[in-house]
């Protein structure tokens, strides 16, 4: 690595990027292109000599940013947000730099030691309970994704339970969560060799907005048991991929408690609201979790992949996902004197993640952040009652955070037309590339997800979001 070079490549990248922000809005939010549009636009093979930077960020601006669908657009209201900063930015920038692969402690110290102390700041910040700290049994690591940490747990809880039983009670396990859980779970249980029939997705109750009932949870453990089988896993959600329902942790938790089960709280989206006071009590029962997860690279400014994950219990993971070959032999781990995060997930190799979300803590501080999240619940609330006020939407499922659940009424009064005019809709909306938004269907009704949480959304990005809506709605109903 030649450093005049790195300099003089960096700035230019940097002015690239920087460019790339100030004109963001002028892209189409949804990518516009077709299938295999790139391979028509890219050589077949790898260029024999060096190139320069330029050819290549020229090919960028002409063949690849077409094909980019602009997470950071402030007009992006798809899926949940995925949160770039300056803070976060950079902190990437430096992990890139230093280029470490913190496995073990000795591999470089401060990725492991800044990690387990940013961690315990953010579970202070969210008031989790002191048995989250690493100064105790329990202790927070970042993991890629919510789907990596759901199935580390799911690995602890079974290895937990199996150590106890023998490993012939595999296929009695049962695992319990709600059917508007994330399919990382499903996916999880899938590589944990679950019986299939066992990892019950109960139907949520849809007059509580998709939450998981208690009632229906004791009754399908008392079921269960009756029947020889072994519960051993409760996953809730705060905030699920389709509604952002809440399930009620402090009553789930008890019945955790009470059958001994591994209780897994995801709040992969709405979990940066735990730092505002005023939201921390959708987050009540947290206290009863064995596990709680959130993403920092959703919604908390912290690009991605930064996935973070407490456990009360540090040794459970280690006992599933350790192992100590030779080669990665060292003193202080030997002598267990330090944390070695290899034990605590699937790859070995790890990121100097806890960088970029050190500096967003530090750059923002936790008044800044609150700020941030409050900001873009006020503004889902402004897009609610716009759409409250138009009587041919309605709103479908009451709204806690940044998502707003709304449809289109038909006016055939036909859940079949409903349907077919929503989907064509979203259709309509997107093609105009000045929005994007996503869709799910509950009780089989296809709904509208507006998701506000890009860092540039603005009230006027909101508002003229609406006016979208409203256009096409108009357009769709004379049209029938
Ligand atoms: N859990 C919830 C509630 C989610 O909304 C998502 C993704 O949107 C996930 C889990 C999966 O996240 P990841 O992509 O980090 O695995």
Not at 113 to 118: A, G, K, P, Q
Not at 222 to 251: E, K, Q, R, W
Request: glycine letters at 6%; charged letters at 20%.
């Amino acid at each position: 690595m030649d450093a005049e070079q790195l300099r003089e490549h960096g700035h230019k990248m940097v002015d690239f990027i920087a460019d790339y922000y100030k004109t963001i809005q002028n892209f189409p939010v949804l990518s516009q292109v077709q299938p295999g549009y790139l391979e028509k636009l890219l050589p077949d093979s790898a260029p024999d000599y060096p190139e320069s930077l330029q050819n290549v960020l020229d090919d960028v601006k002409e063949k690849i940013l077409p094909g980019v669908t602009h997470w950071q657009s402030p007009n992006y209201f798809a899926y949940f947000p995925a949160n770039s900063s300056i803070a976060g930015f950079l902190g990437e920038m430096l992990s890139a730099g230093l280029n470490i692969v913190g496995f073990s402690w000795i591999t470089s110290p401060a990725a492991t030691e800044l990690e387990s102390i940013v961690l315990d700041w953010l579970a202070k910040a969210f008031q989790l309970p002191e048995d989250f700290y690493s100064s105790g049994k329990g202790g927070g690591v970042i993991q890629g994704t919510a789907s990596e940490a759901v199935l580390v747990v799911l690995l602890a809880a079974r290895d937990n339970i199996l150590r106890r039983l023998g490993r012939s009670a595999l296929p009695k396990l049962v695992m319990y969560a709600s059917d508007q859980t994330h399919s990382a779970l499903q996916k999880a249980c899938q590589i944990a060799g679950l019986n299939p029939e066992l990892c019950k997705f109960l139907k949520a109750d849809s007059s509580t907005n998709y939450a998981l009932s208690p009632e229906v949870l004791s009754e399908a453990i008392s079921n269960d048991i009756a029947g020889g089988l072994v519960p051993f896993f409760l996953c809730a959600t705060v905030g699920t991929t389709s509604s952002a329902a809440i399930d009620p942790l402090p009553a789930l938790g008890k019945i955790a408690k009470t059958n001994n089960l591994w209780f897994h709280v995801d709040a992969a989206y709405a979990g940066s609201a735990c730092i505002c006071p005023e939201y921390r009590h959708c987050f009540d029962g947290i206290e009863e979790s064995d596990s709680f997860n959130m993403n920092a690279h959703k919604w908390f400014l912290t690009n991605f992949d930064c996935s973070v994950l407490w456990v009360k219990d540090r040794n459970s993971l280690i006992q599933s996902l350790s192992t100590n070959p030779e080669y990665l032999k060292n003193k202080a781990s030997q002598r267990n004197m330090v944390v070695d995060y290899k034990d605590w997930q699937i790859p070995l190799g790890r990121r100097f993640r806890s960088l970029k979300l050190w500096m967003v803590l530090r750059l923002y501080g936790l008044e800044g952040l609150r700020s941030y999240v409050r900001n873009h619940i006020e503004l889902a609330a402004y897009f609610e009652e716009l759409v409250s006020q138009d009587k041919r939407f309605k709103v479908i499922a009451p709204r806690t955070f940044s998502l707003v659940c709304f449809r289109l009424l038909s006016p055939l009064n036909s859940e079949d037309h409903g349907n077919k005019l929503n989907r064509d809709l979203l259709d309509s909306v997107n093609s105009t590339g000045n929005i994007f938004i996503t869709h799910t269907v509950l009780s089989g009704e296809y709904i509208l997800r507006f998701a506000v949480g890009a860092p540039l959304t603005e009230r006027r990005h909101v508002t003229m979001a609406w006016q979208i809506f409203q256009d096409k709605a108009t357009a769709l109903l004379e049209s029938l």
